[in-house]
């Protein structure tokens, strides 16, 4: 399997998805035998995420999977669309936007459908409450660090026109707009939590247990992707879970395996606190399960604060029949998420 990064400047979703679907469709990524899958450049959720490339667990699916790292959504759905990549595992909230907009693609699948996000906070911050009239570092407007960081706030009875939201880059660069003054908080994922302590940041609060409903991950795909390689969507699906499975099963690889692809030591708080948040809190499906009750909650969120005008049918986006084929293949086990209790 080949490892590629995409460096292109991605086209500005929503005019890629006017274009497209005013062509009828996107194209395809070249040869019909591989299934390119995007993928968020990973952190302290690399022994999960890369797994099933490490153990090579695809190949017992007879399908070639092409890894393609992206730094946000604004690099990856575009890429999906255009036809760069055929399947990506990314946040729902950015799908729904384009499947507003006609946008082909299904929901198939997740490996982490656990929301892993954090509002960081200065030490003059103690709580979610104290951020009236703060400066909060988030990537875009509608991508994920923005809305669960107004989603958190708004539970805790925080004005958001009080609140200056400020474009602070991706995840670590968000977390080191904390530490540097830049902005009084923000939002990113749950790996910093050991740097924090050592930074004298506070962790105001998981969004697991503010927001338990909103996602993380699920798995997307275009449909004519879907149309054309069945059996090897159902192979990428089983080689994910499993490699999943795998790594709740084996820690110490697992963490080997975030520590060479971070370049740091295995045996680090980073890695060995964040395995276990992971593994303990349920962020992960050990049977690949579609959030959709999550999803559903994300389209409300969205016409709340004014992203969507109109409401987008759950039901014609999900399709279960993939997965339901992969697990099949390696068979069920008892869920892991804690989102499908």
């Known amino acids: 399997m080949r490892y590629a990064t995409i460096t292109r400047c991605a086209l500005a979703l929503l005019a890629l998805i006017s274009l497209l679907t005013g062509c009828g469709s996107g194209g395809q990524s070249g040869d019909a035998s591989v299934i390119k899958y995007g993928v968020y450049e990973p952190g302290t959720d690399a022994g999960y995420l890369l797994m099933a490339q490490e153990k090579?667990?695809?190949?017992?699916?007879?399908?070639?999977?092409?890894?393609?790292?992206?730094?946000?959504?604004?690099?990856?759905?575009?890429a999906l669309l255009s036809g760069q990549v055929d399947v990506i595992q990314g946040n729902p909230s950015e799908a729904l936007l384009a499947k507003e907009k006609g946008a082909p693609i299904k929901f198939i699948g997740s490996t982490m459908p656990g929301l892993n996000y954090v509002l960081y906070g200065k030490p003059d911050r103690p709580s979610l409450n104290s951020l009236?009239?703060?400066?909060?570092?988030?990537?875009?407007?509608?991508?994920?660090?923005?809305?669960?960081?107004?989603?958190?706030?708004?539970?805790?009875?925080?004005?958001?026109?009080?609140?200056?939201?400020?474009?602070?880059?991706?995840?670590?660069?968000?977390?080191?707009?904390?530490?540097?003054?830049?902005?009084?908080?923000?939002s990113s994922p749950l790996d910093f939590i050991a740097q924090a302590g050592k930074d004298n940041i506070r962790v105001l609060a998981k969004?697991?247990?503010?927001?338990p409903d909103y996602p993380r991950y699920a798995v997307i795909a275009r449909e004519d992707v879907l149309n054309r390689a069945p059996d090897q969507v159902v192979g990428l699906l089983a080689g994910l879970v499993e490699g999943v499975r795998y790594a709740?099963?084996?820690?110490?690889e697992a963490n080997a395996l975030t520590a060479k692809t971070l370049n740091i030591p295995a045996d680090s708080e980073e890695i060995t606190s964040t395995y276990t948040e992971y593994k303990d809190g349920g962020y992960l499906s050990s049977n690949g399960a579609i959030p959709v009750k999550q999803i559903q909650y994300v389209a409300q969120l969205q016409q709340r604060l004014g992203l969507s005008k109109t409401p987008v049918d759950i039901n014609q986006l999900v399709d279960d029949s993939f997965r339901q084929k992969a697990i099949a293949k390696i068979?069920?086990?008892p869920e892991t998420y804690y989102g499908a209790k």
Not at 56 to 78: H, I, M, T
Not at 151 to 180: C, H, I, Q
Not at 248 to 252: A, F, S
Request: proline letters at 4%.
């Open 56 to 78: 090579r667990l695809f190949d017992k699916y007879g399908v070639k999977v092409e890894f393609v790292q992206f730094n946000s959504a604004q690099q990856a759905f575009p």
């Open 132 to 186: 009236q009239g703060a400066t909060v570092g988030i990537s875009t407007p509608t991508a994920l660090p923005a809305l669960i960081a107004k989603e958190m706030l708004s539970k805790s009875g925080v004005d958001l026109d009080t609140v200056k939201f400020v474009n602070s880059g991706g995840s670590p660069d968000r977390y080191k707009a904390v530490v540097s003054g830049r902005a009084d908080a923000a």
């Open 207 to 211: 969004a697991k247990d503010v927001v």
């Open 248 to 252: 709740l099963d084996h820690e110490d």
């Open 331 to 333: 068979g069920s086990v």
